[in-house]
């Protein structure tokens, strides 16, 4: 399985602004209930999004200036909560390509990773510099740098992490470990026997 | 050198370091549920994959069942596609499914440990972030997406950096009335929700050492509320004795040799951790959440934070929205609150011991007029236990309606949800905007107890009033 290096992304910005914006709030469990991700995309963050009649309620989503944003900016401890990854499908299906928020929550993480979605961690200053930029002009380029660990947008310039081992498979095409743990397979049946629980 | 049991079981389960630095682990077991489980299985076919070890993977329905129908159809048409996608899916690939023809159904994270399929020095993975749960057992448990599903069924394994250890000890001693729910809203409060990030916790102390599984069970289960992807108490015969005969715990010799594996993996004494936190049993009070997430909790003789008596920015504006949610008046007691709705379940509660300790004190009493209260165990196993304590019937006397075996409405993707913004008194394990199926309905978290108590008073009480538990 051959993935794409996906070494940094370009595109316009959102601001989804707040701290710990949990899964339920990105994908609330009742659009859960089907058997594939197809259409989750349309439900992202949809009780914040929407009124009970379906109308429109105050949200970023929902502002023309920023439709076709592939960008997500947000707070602290983003994707705590649920381990579904209903919630990263859906920001992807939505058409972000990449986030950038103060933090996130360990299994979302894992999720959005193992889907090419680059979760870079910057500082809240530095955030606030981006989301300025993008409220001032939304259709402000930004450039999403995985490889280098940076943000560029109109000029400037911020710092932005991601841990080494997402960095490293991100931009050497490997975020889908499938093909990796398949190779391993034989390891996997020698280290079993050395389990009793799984050797019996 | 002395040894974590993080650092133990991760060691015996590591199959090789991957290329970007990341562990592939082995998964000793795997449990899966119809909710995120499906996409897996369509990934596996899409690639052509088989499941490596279907006797390592062992299914149930737990979240989409409805708890006032027994028979199939369901209701809801997407339920039961869901349903019969993972029946399916099981028959397929020749995977364990526990359904409830089987009587064994029930929440993935009470069936486990109530078979014996959970057992300590083991890694377990499961869809559904709440598998901490296991880590009571002295397991490293993880819940995972879904694409990790998929990598779990075709490879036995999952790719995953290895996590910093936490020790928690709760010493002294717990005031009656107090529980392993309020012990746990407590940490998270203390640590904050996303305080873990990064960490597996290590619970310990006189309080855990005392603990019972099932008490320790709704320590683990909250774990990752405060951010902490993994969360275990450290096997001791307390384990052992709750593993002793069940279904798929080991027999006769086989089972001795088990227990000294087992005890093997304790934590050694002296050993690394990353951090340590000391938590006083004693100035843990019965605990309720004010807020839209699980570390906006006071005791119940506190008061509702009010954003202008903090500096902090943030604090201010994360009160400012948690109480325009809720509708809570800042400054106010949470004691007294009106409540519309009492849900006594979920991973977190649904044991036979909280039913047992709940109904205890609930002979005699009466739902309050006008709150709908609702008690569902948490498994098959359970309810049955209940049945034959007739504690099923103390619930139905006092006004409960005694439910089938699910999820019930910790998340409300069954028929069981709150209407417009009720405001539910909940055993449950999260508090998020909308988390029990109304986009404006609002949750306070607590303990079994403590919903008991506010399903009678009709508002939140102090349950050792109310059931005069201190005496």
Known sequence: ?200 | MPKSLFQKVWDAHTVRKLANGQTQLLIGTHLIHEVTSPQAFGMMRDLGLKVLMPHRTFATVDHIVPTDQFAEPYSDPLAQTMMEELRKNCAATGITFFDRASGKQGIVHIVGPEQGITQPGTTIACGDSHTSTHGAFGAIAFGIGTSQVRDVLATQTMALGALKVRRINVTGKLHPGVYAKDVILHIIRTLGVNGGTGFAYEYAGEVLDRFTMEERMTVCNMSIEGGARVGYVNPDETTFAYLKGRPYAPKAAAWYAAVANWKSFASDAGCHYDDVVNINASEIAPTVTWGINPAQGISINELIPDATKTEVADEKASIDEALAYMKLKPGAPIKGTKIDVAFMGSCTNGRLSDFQEVAKYLKGKRVAPGVKAIAVPGSQGVGVLCASLGIDQVFRDAGFEWREAGCSMCLAMNPDKLIGDQLCASSSNRNFKGRQGSPTGRTLLMSPLMVAAAAVTGAVADAREVFAVNN
């Open chain 1, 1 to 200: 399985m051959s993935l794409a290096k996906i070494t940094s992304v370009t595109g316009r910005g959102v601001p989804v602004t707040g701290n710990d914006i949990d899964t339920d709030r990105i994908i609330p469990a009742r659009f859960m209930k089907c058997v594939t991700f197809d259409g989750l995309g349309e439900f992202l963050f949809y009780d914040v999004r929407k009124n009970a009649d379906g109308s429109d309620k105050p949200h970023p989503l929902n502002e023309a200036r920023f439709k076709g944003g592939t960008i997500l900016l947000s707070g602290a401890n983003f994707g705590c909560g649920s381990s579904r990854e209903h919630a990263p499908q859906a920001i992807q299906k939505y058409g972000f390509k990449a986030i950038i928020a103060e933090g996130y929550a360990e299994i979302f993480f894992g999720n959005s990773t193992t889907l090419g979605i680059p979760c870079m961690t910057a500082a809240r200053e530095d955030i606030a510099k981006i989301a300025a930029a993008v409220e001032a002009d939304p259709k402000l380029e930004i450039t999403v740098d995985v490889g280098a660990q940076q943000v560029r947008f109109g000029g400037q310039s911020v710092p932005a992490t991601i841990r080494e081992s997402g960095r490293d498979a991100l931009i050497n095409g490997r975020w889908d470990a499938i093909g990796e743990l398949m190779e391993g397979l034989p390891a996997v049946k020698a280290t079993a026997t050395t389990l009793p629980y799984l050797a019996a």
